[in-house]
Nanobody
Framework: QVQLVESGGGLVQPGGSLRLSCAASGSIFRISDMGWYRQAPGQERELVAMTTSGGRTNYVDSVKGRFTASIDNAKNTVYLQMSSLKPEDTAVYYC?????????????????WGEGTLVTVSS
C-alpha cells in the first residue's frame, strides 16, 4: 500500500506564490508518473502537471509559464511551485502517482491519490 501526503496549501493574494509538496511512502519500487490535479468548486477535476518517469512534464495550458513541477526521486516527493497566482487557480489540489510496488511487478502501475490540499487565491 502507498500513501500520498500533500502539504503547502493555503490562502494567498493574487500575484503571490505557493509551493505544494507531496510525499509518497509505502511499497514503492519505482514511480512511473507523479503530478497534480485540481478541482475547483462546481467543476471537474483537471490535470495541472504530470511528470513522467522519463523526466518530461506536461502542463495544462492555463498554468504554463507560471507553475513548475519537479520530482525528488530520492525522497519520492513531487513539488508544485506556483507563481503569479490568479483567483481562477483556487481549487483543491490533489497529488497523483502511478507506482510499481516491487521489482518484477508484471502488471500496470498502480494509481494512488492524495487527500487534497486547498489553495485559495483571494485579496
Amino acid at each position: 500500500q502507498v500513501q500520498l501526503v500533500e502539504s503547502g496549501g493555503g490562502l494567498v493574494q493574487p500575484g503571490g506564490s505557493l509551493r505544494l509538496s507531496c510525499a509518497a511512502s509505502g511499497s514503492i519500487f519505482r514511480i512511473s508518473d507523479m503530478g497534480w490535479y485540481r478541482q475547483a468548486p462546481g467543476q471537474e477535476r483537471e490535470l495541472v502537471a504530470m511528470t513522467t518517469s522519463g523526466g518530461r512534464t506536461n502542463y495544462v495550458d492555463s498554468v504554463k509559464g507560471r507553475f513548475t513541477a519537479s520530482i525528488d526521486n530520492a525522497k519520492n516527493t513531487v513539488y508544485l511551485q506556483m507563481s503569479s497566482l490568479k483567483p481562477e487557480d483556487t481549487a483543491v489540489y490533489y497529488c497523483n502517482a502511478r507506482i510499481l510496488p516491487w521489482a518484477g511487478w508484471a502488471g500496470a502501475a498502480l494509481e494512488y491519490w492524495g487527500e487534497g490540499t486547498l489553495v485559495t487565491v483571494s485579496s
